[in-house]
T-cell receptor
Framework: GQNIDQPTEMTATEGAIVQINCTYQ??????LFWYQQHAGEAPTFLSY????GLEEKGRFSSFLSRSKGYSYLLLKELQMKDSASYLC??????????FGTGTSLTVIP | DVKVTQSSRYLVKRTGEKVFLECVQD?????MFWYRQDPGLGLRLIYF???????EKGDIPEGYSVSREKKERFSLILESASTNQTSMYLC??????????????FGDGTRLSIL
């Protein structure tokens, strides 16, 4: 079966670093996606990992360990506008995405 | 930029009504998806389509049907709306025949309330 787990809520301080973890179990794994979703808006693509290791994109980085079924999204130099839900999604070879419940991040001054 | 347009942002219907949610994409993507998003449950796949007139059930197809008569349009149909179908509905599209890293592109969502 498919199972994606991530924390429900996190709080962090402006300017700090926060790591949002995601564990997954999926058959025919074909990549791990992170999306950002502000309240009332569509999810927007942040990052993709299919090989082990770290992918860096500006203030955001994403890490994958396929052997552990584990990924994290790292947000540096947090800004107030980073307050949003962050969705972890595993893609399988059947072109289906499986989403976690999302992590609601609140950035406080 | 890819544009995925959902016909309504907010919709209120009554129990037992037949409800149509429309989604149009402008990038000639083969794959289109319908999800519902509920607090604590995340995005759950209702149906997806990988080509015109083709459809596949997702994880929660009961009470729903879909139609894909043209490549750019994917319709979700609630045959007889019930209160437990009150939710946020999200449409997405994605090209096929490309490497895995291509993400889905989402519409802004339709918040549907069934009274």
């Amino acid at each position: 079966g498919q199972n994606i787990d991530q924390p429900t809520e996190m709080t962090a301080t402006e300017g700090a670093i926060v790591q949002i973890n995601c564990t997954y179990q999926t058959s025919g794994f074909n990549g791990l996606f992170w999306y950002q979703q502000h309240a009332g808006e569509a999810p927007t693509f942040l990052s993709y990992n299919v090989l082990d290791g770290l992918e860096e994109k500006g203030r955001f980085s994403s890490f994958l360990s396929r052997s552990k079924g584990y990924s994290y999204l790292l947000l540096k130099e947090l800004q107030m506008k980073d307050s949003a839900s962050y969705l972890c999604a595993a893609l399988n070879t059947g072109n289906q995405f499986y989403f976690g419940t999302g992590t609601s991040l609140t950035v406080i001054p | 930029d890819v544009k995925v347009t959902q016909s309504s942002r907010y919709l209120v219907k009554r129990t037992g009504e037949k409800v149509f949610l429309e989604c149009v994409q402008d990038m000639d993507h083969e794959n289109m998806f319908w999800y519902r998003q509920d607090p604590g449950l995340g995005l759950r796949l209702i149906y997806f389509s990988y080509d015109v007139k083709m459809k596949e059930k997702g994880d929660i197809p009961e009470g729903y049907s879909v139609s894909r008569e043209k490549k750019e349009r994917f319709s979700l149909i609630l045959e007889s709306a019930s209160t437990n179908q009150t939710s946020m509905y999200l449409c997405a599209s994605r090209p096929t025949g490309t490497e895995g890293r291509v993400p889905q592109h989402f519409g802004d969502g339709t918040r549907l309330s069934i009274l």
